[in-house]
């Protein structure tokens, strides 16, 4: 199992330009996850998905779109990049919990390093 | 306001120089509270998950705690490979989400 892979690796955008994160999960889990890690903030929830079709705004929604149309893949877009864009972002994925307390834990992709100049 | 803080935000140790990692939290409702280890330039690895008061985890030389306010990594007799930044998260409703601290990094040196 490859588990959580991110695309691409490093990305340099211009100010304004678009482009799209694309996370794929082989294990078959219904929750899927998009984070972004800044020096000094932790990781920070950007939007999320519980199951294919279905997407929800985490804590820093704002100037991203994601879209879930397969299960095993969760894409994240960026219409206009602007520099406070820059950071680290990771994809996340977990089963949800049997009991229905939210998912397990959740498995990290290794990251995709966006520079917005 | 929902809030994760760990402490101390950098620990450097000697091989074999036992300490403990701390995570403070002020969620309503917790439901799990999971550590991660994070090496540079990689994502979180999974390393336990906590559900209630009194419970604990250990792995190899890593030992996770939880009280109703906190949780404490305690790692023993560490080793050169234990460096790495250690998250703690919290999950406090049905949808999964995660509030991360901000992590301590923790240098052992040989």
């Known amino acids: 199992n490859a588990g959580v892979t991110q695309t691409p690796k490093f990305r340099v955008l211009k100010t304004g330009q678009s482009m799209t994160l694309l996370c794929a999960q082989d294990?078959?889990?219904?929750?899927m996850y998009w984070y972004r890690q800044d020096p000094g903030m932790g990781l920070r929830l950007i939007h999320y998905s519980v199951g294919e079709g279905t997407t929800a705004k985490g804590e820093v929604p704002d100037g991203y779109n994601v879209s879930r149309l397969k299960k095993q893949n969760f894409l994240l877009g960026l219409e206009s990049a602007a520099p406070s864009q820059t950071s680290v972002y990771f994809c996340?994925?977990?089963?949800?919990?049997?009991?229905?307390?939210?998912?397990?834990?959740?498995?990290f992709g290794p990251g995709t390093r966006l520079t917005v100049t | 306001e929902d809030q994760v803080t760990q402490s101390p935000e950098a620990l450097r140790l000697q091989e074999g120089e036992s300490s403990s990692l701390n995570c403070s939290y002020t969620v309503s409702g917790l439901r799990g509270l999971f550590w991660y280890r994070q090496d540079p330039g990689k994502g979180p690895e999974f390393l336990f998950t906590?559900?209630?008061a009194g419970e604990e985890k250990e792995k190899e030389r890593l030992k996770a705690t939880l009280t109703k306010k906190e949780s404490f990594l305690h790692i023993t007799a560490p080793k050169p490979e234990d460096s790495a930044t250690y998250l703690c998260a919290v999950r406090w409703s049905n949808t999964g989400k995660l509030i991360f601290g901000q992590g301590t990094t923790l240098q052992v040196k040989p």
């Open positions: 996340a994925s977990s089963y949800p919990s049997v009991s229905g307390t939210g998912g397990k834990e959740q498995y």
């Open positions: 906590l559900y209630s």
């Open positions: 294990m078959n889990h219904e929750y």
